[in-house]
């Protein structure tokens, strides 16, 4: 009788070491997923931003030399023609771009909707936004995981903003970045 509950509680004991073991290794599986989903995140957002910064700052500095010393007239958002992003020539046709991007992770690929906003800012106060064209123009990229059907954690996001002058965008586009 003595040895059955021994044997008993051994059997017992092992069962719950395997489903702590089980549990722990889920648990660090799941860590191990969301680092990659938020680094992917970081990823996208951060290549919309550089691929915005190698183009002109506006419509008007297309294709010309020298920087800005005015405002320009142009409104923000895609110039006329200028239908998708191989179009886009200046940083503000970005505005309002609404769409997805895929990253390949191991044998599968994370999903992110990619979204961006662009809005001119007063040049010596960069987080208020202006009334008018300025030569300050904020960036702003959210990069937001569409979480596959199956999953039991948080999507993860990624948001970045950055302010550029015409300056900026010309040292940057000159140094053949």
Known sequence: MQQTILALAAILS???????????????????MEVEAELAATDVAQAQMGAMERLAFDEDDTGQTGVRTVPSSAPIG????????????????????????????????????????????????????????????ELFVRADEIPPAATDRTPAQAHLRRVVTPASVATYIHQGS
């Open 14 to 32: 092992f069962a719950y070491l395997a489903l702590g073991r089980q549990r722990h290794d889920n648990d660090v599986e799941r860590r191990a």
């Open 78 to 137: 895609p110039d006329a023609g200028e239908t998708d992003p191989s179009s886009y020539d200046d940083v503000d046709d970005w505005d309002g771009h609404d769409g997805t991007v895929s990253v390949p992770v191991g044998r599968d690929s994370l999903r992110f909707r990619l979204r961006v906003s662009v809005r001119y800012v007063q040049n010596l106060q960069p987080e208020s936004p202006a009334a008018a064209p300025t030569l300050t123009k």
